[in-house]
């Protein structure tokens, strides 16, 4: 492995997932609330390792197949305890249209990156590297502002229960903006999961033809 910048964060991200699920599953506020901060450094990260990777010319293929296997443990670290979470305590679901998080939409988010990793590997023990494309860009970043809309929901859900209301400021909105990330991140992870099939089929038909 070549040990750079872009990598080193990229690393860093791998170890913040096994910690923001264990904070996630403590039933407490204070502990919801640095699950909160964990995910939101995480994600950042996401977008900075690239531009420097990019940036600095240190583009390697390390970064290209961990960053897309860290981009899917942060997201099965968040999405399976929130599911768990909502699941085994109605008073912190109640999302606008959703409810909760549906078993459904754990399964479009996770089993479209189990394929896609799948797939990637196949594609590794025949030589070739599939760089992650734009369009799976743009699906991990509206799945990230449907994670963090989410975790900010629960957060703010185990304040506000325990003092029998739903009155914290903004839960309306949160809840709504949550929601409408969730439908955008399931049409953009159907979207790139066809791109990516598209992708990988042309990898295969150059290697045979090589």
């Known amino acids: 492995m070549t040990w750079n910048l872009p990598n080193a964060i990229t690393t860093v991200r791998l170890v913040l997932t ?8 403590e ?18 990260s996401d977008l900075w390792d690239g531009y420097l990777a990019r940036r600095r010319r240190e583009v390697t293929d390390y970064g290209k197949l961990v960053d897309p296997v860290a981009d899917k443990l942060l997201l099965a670290a968040a ?29 479009v988010l996770l089993g479209r990156e189990l394929l896609i990793t799948v797939l990637r590997s196949a594609a590794a023990r025949r030589g070739r590297i599939v760089a992650a494309l734009r369009s799976g860009k743009y699906k991990a970043f509206v799945q990230n502002l ?3 809309g989410a975790l900010v929901w629960v957060t703010l859900r185990s304040a506000d229960v325990p003092r029998g209301g739903d009155a ?16 955008g991140a399931l049409l ?3 979207g790139s999961l066809a791109e990516y099939l598209v992708a990988f089929a042309h ?7 090589s």
């Open 18 to 25: 096994p910690l923001l699920a264990w904070l996630l599953l």
């Open 27 to 44: 039933a407490s506020t204070l502990a919801r609330a640095l699950a909160c901060g964990v995910f939101l450094v995480a994600a950042v």
């Open 79 to 107: 999405v399976i305890p929130l599911y768990v979470i909502m699941r085994r305590s109605p008073s912190l679901a109640g999302l606008p249209i959703y409810d909760g998080v549906p078993l459904w939409a754990v399964l």
């Open 146 to 148: 449907f994670l963090g």
């Open 168 to 183: 914290a400021p903004g839960m309306t909105l949160v809840g709504w903006f949550t929601a409408i990330s969730l439908t």
């Open 188 to 190: 953009l992870t159907l």
């Open 203 to 209: 990898v295969l038909e150059r290697r045979r033809a």
